[in-house]
C-alpha cells in the first residue's frame, strides 16, 4: 500500500477482547506501556489506541481511516462513517448490551412518561436527550463522569441511562429496570474518503473477513473419533457439520475416522451419545477461524 491503514483500537473496556480477536485472526498488537500507539506485525497498518465514545468523531474527520466502537456511540456522536460490519464479541455474556431507564427498587416511577419533570444521570448524553426529546417527556438529561448506578443511591438522580448486559450491576445498586432506549453491538467503521481508496478498502475487507472469521471459530469446535465399520451410519447421523461430516477409512481397519465442525454448546451431550453408538478415541479441538 502507498500509505498505511490507520486503524483505531478501542481503548477502555474493550481493548483487550479486540486484541485478542486480532491475534485470533492472524495480527500481533503489542501494547507499549502508555504509548496509544501500538505495534502490529502488518507494514500495511498503523494503530492508535482511541475511546470507543470518540472512536467515530475521529474515522469521520480523518484522523482515522477506520476502527471499531460501539453503535452506541456512533449514535451518540451523530457521526457519518461508513458501517463496514457488525462485529458481535462479549466476553460476559450471549445477549446484546442495551442502554435501559433504571429507577430505585421502590421509587413510585414504573414509566418513562413517569420521567417528566426528573433528573436522569448518563454518559449517553446526547442520544438521551434526543430520545426524550422524542417521546415528548420533559426529563433533565444530565451527564454522568462515571458510576452511574450510584446516581439514584446518593440522590443526584431520579433514575439513570446505563449499559448493561447481565442487569447484575444494575440490581446490585437496588435498581430496576424501566424501559430500553437501544441494544449496541460492536461496528467496524470507515471513514467515507479511505472506503472510496481501492487499496484501504481491500485492507479493510480483508481485516473484516478474518475478524468475522475468528469470531464464527469461537462458537465451533472440530471434533474427530474412530467408528466401526458397522457403526459409521448410526454416528453419522447423530452429527451437525456445515456440509457433511468427513469418513476416512483407517489403515488396514474395519475402521473409520469420523471428523466434523459442531457448535461448542452442542459437544457435552453429544459425546455421551457417540460413545453408546461405539465411538472410540473421541478427539475434540478448538478452531481459530471458520471462513
Same mark, same amino acid.
Given at each position: 500500500? *502507498? ?20 491475534? /485470533?485472526?492472524?495480527? *500481533?498488537?503489542? +501494547? ?12 500495511? $497498518? ?11 468523531i ?9 476502527? @471499531? ?20 464479541y462479549?466476553?460476559?455474556?450471549? !445477549?446484546p ?14 414509566? =418513562?412518561?413517569? =420521567? ?16 426524550? #426529546?422524542?417521546?415528548? %417527556? ?14 439514584? +443511591?446518593?440522590? @443526584?438522580?431520579? #433514575? ?6 447481565t ?10 429496570? %424501566?424501559?430500553?432506549?437501544?441494544? &449496541?453491538?460492536?461496528?467496524? %467503521? #470507515?471513514?467515507?474518503?479511505?472506503? !472510496?481508496?481501492?487499496?484501504? /478498502?481491500?485492507?479493510?475487507? /480483508?481485516?473484516?473477513? @478474518? ?17 466401526? /465399520?458397522?457403526?459409521?451410519?448410526? $454416528?453419522?447421523?447423530? =452429527? ?7 469418513v ?8 473409520f ?6 457448535? &461448542?454448546?452442542? +459437544? ?6 457417540l ?14 477461524k +471458520?471462513?
Amino acid at each position: 500500500m *502507498k500509505t498505511p491503514l490507520k486503524l483505531g483500537i478501542p481503548k477502555g473496556s474493550l481493548q483487550n477482547s479486540t486484541i485478542d480477536l486480532f491475534k /485470533q485472526s492472524g495480527w *500481533k498488537i503489542n +501494547v507499549n506501556g502508555r504509548s496509544y500507539f501500538p505495534e502490529i506485525n502488518d507494514p500495511d $497498518i498503523t494503530c492508535s489506541l482511541c475511546r470507543a465514545q470518540e472512536m467515530s468523531i475521529n474515522v469521520e474527520n480523518g484522523v482515522l481511516d477506520a476502527g @471499531l466502537t460501539g453503535l452506541d456511540w456512533i449514535a451518540e456522536n451523530q457521526s457519518d462513517v461508513h458501517v463496514v460490519a457488525d462485529l458481535v464479541y462479549s466476553k460476559v455474556s450471549a !445477549r446484546p448490551a442495551r442502554w435501559v431507564v433504571a429507577v430505585a427498587y421502590d421509587s413510585s416511577i414504573k414509566r =418513562l412518561e413517569d =420521567l417528566s419533570g426528573k433528573t436522569v444521570s448518563t454518559e449517553l448524553l446526547g442520544y438521551t436527550k434526543r430520545y426524550f #426529546a422524542e417521546k415528548g %417527556i420533559d426529563a433533565k438529561v444530565e451527564f454522568s463522569w462515571g458510576a452511574t448506578e450510584a446516581k439514584v +443511591v446518593s440522590g @443526584l438522580a431520579d #433514575a439513570i441511562v446505563e449499559i448493561t448486559e447481565t442487569e447484575s450491576t444494575i440490581k446490585a445498586h437496588g435498581l430496576r429496570v %424501566i424501559h430500553e432506549l437501544m441494544q &449496541t453491538n460492536t461496528q467496524f %467503521i #470507515a471513514n467515507h474518503q479511505a472506503w !472510496r481508496d481501492p487499496e484501504k /478498502q481491500q485492507k479493510i475487507e /480483508q481485516i473484516v473477513m @478474518l475478524l468475522k472469521s475468528a469470531l464464527i471459530a469461537e462458537k465451533l469446535v472440530g471434533i474427530k473419533m474412530n467408528v466401526p /465399520q458397522g457403526q459409521v451410519e448410526a $454416528i453419522v447421523s447423530l =452429527l451437525p457439520s456445515l456440509n457433511a461430516p468427513t469418513v476416512a477409512s483407517l489403515y488396514n481397519k474395519d475402521w473409520f475416522s469420523v471428523e466434523t465442525v459442531i457448535r &461448542t454448546d452442542k +459437544v457435552r451431550d453429544l459425546i455421551p451419545e457417540l460413545l453408546k453408538n461405539g465411538a472410540e478415541g473421541i478427539i475434540e479441538y478448538p478452531l481459530n477461524k +471458520v471462513i
